[in-house]
């Protein structure tokens, strides 16, 4: 054996590892890749203006950035020890015990399959217009470009098609610039007798009252899911922690730089009095109609290639939800199937029969698809979400409150393990029960309806039926409870590490 | 050396013939996960053999470590090359690519498998297309064996050795278990893998950790 080897002044396993890991622009782009600035800044933007009826939209979304920025300096310090860190449900687990953290998984699969669905609903109602009134003159109903959408992001889910991500993300750079290009057309041209009067006043938080807080903060919210997927990464990164913080940190001020700049630009161009009329009449396209000619035509077009990422990213993100809970048992064992291409594909199967038969439902009942499928669903994932959100920062105070194996945490400053925990679980604890406490007006209803009682209380469904597999697996299969997001320094396998003579002398 | 029809002595061996269809000798999972479990195995087999051991630092070799084959040799010359303790998720990575060959080269030594040529095309001058190396099992009765005597192991309930207890549970961190053991029942399998979860040397723990990447690699993949 070559003991001189031993001697080398550097390592050769790092810079292997390292020349075969992500860097901060590759987490990035994946990060990027799952979220949809056209879709968020023409469908989620404009509907809060309708919805909300305020123009306060901008304020709202800079808050809510804040407040998940807060919320990322705890959450990214846990990540480094969670196994599985791309799941809530591993953090909550670690923090607030078993059952709450089945609990929260079954809430995070319910809340991403929502979002999931409700994209079919606004991709159909968007293309089948486009395409009866293009030159192919193809009238169809909208569920069956949501099926064909289904079987297509059902076939991908299942292979590995490095293309298509990187196809999707080179369109999610140019949705970029035509956000941005529509956006200074928007400012430039200020509405009529203003005078460009409105520039700095569209910022400003006026008219803001708790019920429009909690309706914009809950699509600010939404606008933002996707970057808190940057752990996922965290074994494939060059650094575990840096490169996943500073990823994260830059994806969530990109995002909150063009989707402030969106709204800005259609209270500057339409005006803070007609901007909530127009957002009424004529919704996303009140976005594609600051350009003009072929640039708005490219904005249509790529609304749909947004929205096609967006349903990737989601059924991904479902899809890995379905295969860890199969893999630890909390749902079927099936599920941890995967192929040669890398993909759990019977999760994948799973999540394209339910988009199938809920595109399927809606068809048969005649439902409409943009309110009672995007817009309901939308916002209903979003705000489980949400609450997962305000739960986790919870597991993160409670998770540091003492020493672990491998945990020690006067190693961590006091800000981020205490204090950034404490200020995001009260804002976004209380943005969540303002949520619940406003739902109809976040449904958009003038009074009251059966919709808004029930929608929210999927929450609940799906905590009790977390709660009760918790208790059945505490009861019944005592070795699969206890390896439910095990954590990665504690359990049998450190016990015996730890017994094990350490006698290891280097060459 | 001739192929045999128990399990083949050396635990990574016996892991590559259960991680490859008998027939075609095609990994039976994705390659990313093949790597990281055969990265899992040589490992294991160090662990058996006395030449290495895993506890809360990482993966350390003693200094007593003698390779008997290149399989053997490399793995241990990379770990002892390192100036500080890693842990065994890395070694999963950076090992499994650069062993799993080594070990396939080892079986066709022992006549189990043979070295199917690299299909290359030429495209003009010096470049080509061309496949990677593969090995095709000679005879599946050989290569089935140890899939076929864990089998009857789990489903006689019979006491079962630490060697097949890690291999075992190997088999269930990487998710190979719904190919290699179909029809085994979960007790049988949880009184194996409460077994396993008492092996000296960190198996343990590398287990827990093959377990991991394999979860981190699936979750990341991009699709």
Redesign the interface.
């Known amino acids: 054996m070559r003991h001189t080897q031993v001697h080398q002044s550097h390592s050769r396993v790092s810079e292997a590892l390292a020349a075969d890991s992500l860097g901060v622009r590759s987490v990035l782009g994946f990060v990027l890749s799952g979220v949809a600035p056209l879709l968020v800044a023409a469908g989620l933007i404009t509907s809060a203006f309708a919805v909300t009826g305020m123009t306060a939209i901008p304020f709202m979304l800079l808050v809510t950035a804040v407040m998940l920025t807060v919320f990322f300096v705890g959450y990214l310090s846990m990540a480094r020890y969670v196994n599985n860190a791309g799941a809530f449900y591993s953090y909550i687990a670690l923090g607030l015990g078993r059952p709450l953290g089945i609990a929260g998984a079954i809430v995070a699969w319910f809340g991403y399959n929502m979002l999931q669905v409700a994209l079919y609903g606004i991709f159909g109602a968007t293309i089948a217009p486009m395409l009866g009134d293009s030159f192919l003159h193809w009238h169809q109903p909208w569920w069956l470009w949501s099926l064909v959408i289904a079987a297509v992001t059902g076939l991908l889910g299942t292979r590995e098609v490095r293309w298509t991500s990187k196809i999707l993300g080179s369109l999610i750079a140019i949705e970029v610039l035509v956000i941005l290009a529509l956006s200074l057309n928007g400012l430039v041209h200020p509405a009529a007798g203003s005078g460009g009067a409105h520039l700095f006043t569209a910022l400003s938080p006026r008219g803001l009252t708790t019920s429009a807080i909690a309706v914009c903060g809950a699509v600010a919210v939404l606008c933002f899911i996707g970057a808190e997927t940057a752990p996922v990464y965290k074994e494939e990164a060059k650094s575990a922690t840096k490169t996943i913080t500073r990823a994260t940190l830059i994806a969530v001020s990109l995002m909150t730089l063009v989707y402030l700049l969106a709204p800005w630009a259609l209270i500057v161009h339409y005006g803070p009095d007609q901007v909530v009329d127009t957002a009424r009449r004529i919704g996303p396209g009140m976005l594609f109609a600051l350009g003009n000619g072929w640039l708005s035509t490219v904005a249509q077009w790529l609304f749909l290639t947004s929205t096609f990422a967006a349903m990737m990213a989601f059924h991904n993100a479902a899809t890995r939800y379905t295969y860890t809970l199969g893999r630890e048992r909390v749902m079927f064992g099936v599920f941890d199937k995967t192929n040669k291409a890398l993909a759990p594909y019977v999760a994948s199967l799973l999540q394209t029969a339910i988009a199938v038969a809920v595109i399927a439902l809606y068809a048969v009942q005649g439902w409409d698809p943009m309110v009672q499928l995007f817009f309901w669903m939308g916002q209903t994932g979003g705000f489980l979400i949400l609450i997962l959100l305000a739960i986790t920062s919870i597991a993160v105070l409670l998770f540091f409150r003492r020493d672990r194996p491998g945990v020690f945490i006067r190693q961590m400053p006091t800000w981020r393990r205490v204090h950034a925990p404490i200020v995001s679980a009260i804002g976004l604890g209380w943005l969540a029960f303002e949520v619940w406490r406003n739902y109809s007006a976040l449904l958009g209803e003038q009074v009251p309806t059966r919709a808004s009682q029930l929608l929210p209380g999927f929450v609940l469904l799906a905590a009790v039926i977390g709660l009760l597999r918790s208790a059945w697996l505490y009861t019944f299969r005592r070795p699969v409870y206890e390896a439910v997001a095990r954590d990665k320094a504690s359990g049998p396998a450190a016990a015996t590490a730890g017994l094990h003579p350490a006698t290891e002398v280097g060459y | 050396m001739r192929p045999t029809l128990q399990i083949p002595r050396l635990f990574a061996d016996a892991f590559y013939l259960l991680a490859h269809d008998d027939v075609t000798g095609r ?1 039976r ?2 390659p ?2 093949t790597h990281l479990s055969m990265g899992a195995s040589v490992l294991a087999e160090l662990i058996f053999t006395e030449q290495a ?5 990482g993966v ?4 007593s470590a003698q ?1 008997t084959n290149v399989a053997q ?1 490399t793995a ?3 770990i ?7 842990r065994a ?3 999963l ?2 090992l499994g690519p650069v062993v799993t060959p080594l070990v396939a080269q080892r079986l066709e030594r022992e006549g189990y498998h043979r070295l199917i040529a690299p299909t290359r095309i030429r495209l003009f001058g010096p470049y080509f297309i061309a496949t990677a190396p593969r090995w095709q099992p000679d005879n599946s009765a050989y290569t089935s064996a140890t899939m076929a005597h864990l089998n009857r192991l789990l489903d006689a309930e019979w006491s079962i050795g630490p060697h097949e207890q890690a291999l075992v549970a190997l088999v269930y961190a990487t ?1 190979l278990n ?1 190919r290699v053991f179909p029809y085994a029942r979960a007790w049988a399998v ?1 009184r194996v ?2 077994q396993a ?9 590398l ?2 950790d093959t377990r ?2 394999v ?9």
């Open positions: 990994p999972q994705a990313r996960l051991f895993i506890d809360a630092i350390g070799i003693y200094p390779p040799m241990v010359e990379e002892a090359a390192e100036r500080t303790r890693r998720r890395d070694w990575r950076h998710g719904r949880n893998l409460e979860s008492f092996l000296g040397g960190g198996l343990p723990q287990f827990d991991a990447s979860a981190s690699a699936v979750a990341a993949a991009t699709h």
